[in-house]
């Protein structure tokens, strides 16, 4: 309550508060960014993973300003967390975040009446609103004709047009930020009179302050019946007065759900009427409808699809390489130098083989992370992400998730780390869970080299096709348990109603790469922060595992220190657990040092087996692996066993970053331990069957 | 709004012209159906139908949505 005490005042010297508030996709981040250049930072909202961008800027006389971003939504009757949030922070009932000042509404100008619906509900909030009437170009083209001051006089608030991507309408933005006083609004949308009277004398009942109180009172009005059970923002007794006004509302004939909604609609309309024309635009195809009519056609469509696809991920595989070859071979010329600088000691191991050595595996990885941003960002910007989940739907609803989860679960293949901060563009927050769950199932590129050795092992001399086939099988088995698994969740674990799907389809636009080089810039910050902090503490406990105790004489080969260190001893110990899937307790090593990252397994098993480790040839711990024998004088490395390391390397949530974002993600240990439960049973279950299975079967 | 004349969305061929008349559906969404502007009255237009017939994508206030069969099935409307 404190926070609503200081946010009352509206003192001018204190540094103003604005929030930008708008519909999904109407241009709102880039007016934040066009405002707050880089002074910006970004964070979480308290207790939920909502993002939360603030910034600063400065109003036409140079006073500063405070500028938050809230998450775009349709109504502040809210259904998802991100809608929740930029209602709680209008209405001043966040701790710790005081109530703006004032508010930029932003409207799309070529899809004016639906973008006004929540300038309508902002209205009743009784604070200062901005509305910017941004994408006037994009409107222009479609033939939409807007009458400024009709509109202005109608809406009775500041409008201001703007081309938020070319810096249009930015001074006359900042200079109605700096009115002093900012003017509260002077129209809303008119009630019937019998809802008028309810509101008011609900508000009257409200334990909160006064100009918060309509407002609530119309929130509480209109959720139905089963929201007002969960309401934990009020007590009993108001949600009982609530209650009784919309049971009075029902008597008198009306719909308590719908009757709010229709009356800004007729409001809205009436002020559109007076304001908007369409000239002769009636019958004309609208260049976005013409794209779609290939885009989503029962074929082209599909060849579209799957060309965007296969272009992203060429990108991500191949020309990632280059940089990925480039930052392997800084780390390692970097390790070299602080090798040759220090006599060989702890702390120079310490420093080349475990810090250096441990970050930069994850650092690798950079390259294709900011590449699947990109592409992210393009299918975003442009509106092709809306119709990916469009063409995708219908195979996602088959296992109770929705065309949404497509693009979260396919970015999982270069790494689940940014497939699952993709996932804050699900509204649901089951479906959103879910897909978190499922998507480390996805192969991610680091069990490439492992699958790459494994199948090297196991069919050292087939053709290149035999090689892909196996490793499009491992693929495939990904992706079957990744739906399986979110079938299961869905039907057993989080039952209930499906959710509906109610999908934008906004009209294509030409993507803005500052815009995207931006968000590149900021996720490939969050992803170095959040893995590094977490891969740096584990590559040093990593390190000290495979390094201590050391044994006493120093002359001991490498791999019999490995085979006494804790590492060995964890190897060993793990032993009697992981040979019934056929493996010894080296591979066990290997298992216990992919949990920092799973690419690792070659080294470690470089180690294991006292080779030296090539990059470009891994032919020596081919055949040493080949070699390897039990005591009993039978190979280590049968066809089975490959087989079943590669199912577990698949299968099992070996990646410690991984645990990190879901823990963040999903703001509870709860789920990331659930998670790593679930898959490493899977996995270690699927091994089993594969091994024992194919032994009954009669192979080796 | 008389339910002999009424149809359902989801039944609609692709081209075809409606205004909405009415719900069979949970309140919560009915009002996020309400809130995207599919009013009682509101004019539409079905633009197309997902490569493999799901979701139905419709024009409704100067702009495209689509939504499931499933959801559409829940809203009559009357053809224009
Ligand atoms: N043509 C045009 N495109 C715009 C304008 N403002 C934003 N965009 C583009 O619209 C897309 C969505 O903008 P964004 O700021 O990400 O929207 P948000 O989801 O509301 O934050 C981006 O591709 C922008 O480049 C504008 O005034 N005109």
Redesign the interface.
Known sequence: MSSVATSGSTTDQAVRRVAIAGNPNCGKSTIFNALTGLRQKVGNYPGVTVERKEGSFFGSHGEPMNLLDLPGSYSLQTRSPDEAVARDVLLGRLPGIARPDVIIAVVDASNLERNLYLVAQLLELELPVIVVLNMVDMAEKAGVLIDLPALREKLGIPVIPMVATKGVGMIELKQALSQTPLQKPKHRAPFEPLVEEEAQQLANSLPVPLELAFPEALLLLTLHDQALDELASHDGAVIDAARQAQHRIREAGLDPISVLVDARYAWIHSVCHASVSRPGTDDLLSVSDRIDMVFTHRIWGWIVFLAAMGLMFFCIFTVAQYPMDWIKAVINAFAGWVDKQMPESDLQSLLTGGIIGGVGAVVVFLPQILILYFFLGILEDTGYMARAAFIMDRLMSRVGLHGKSFIPLLGSFACAIPGIMATRTIENRKDRLVTILVAPLMSCSARLPVYAIMIAVLIPVASVFAKAGVMLCMYMLGIVAAFLMAWFLKTRIFKGETPMLLLEMPPYRMPSFTSIALRMWERAGLFLRRAGTVILALSILLWALVTYPKPADPQTSKADALAQSFAGRMGHAIEPLIAPLGFDWKIGIGLVGSFAARETFVSTMSIVYNVEEDEDNRTPLRDTMRDEKHADGTPVYTPLVCIGLMVFYVLAMQCISTVAVVRRETNSWRWPLFQLAYMTTLAYVASLIVYQGGHLLGFQ | MSSETAEILSAMPAGQRGRIAGFDL????????????L??G?EFEV??F??????I?IKV????????K??AAGIRIIRL
């Open positions: 949970p309140p919560e969404q009915r009002q996020r159906l309400l809130e995207m502007g009013t009682l509101a633009i197309r997902a490569p493999l017939g799901d979701p994508e206030r100067g702009y495209n949505l689509s939504l499931r499933r959801e």
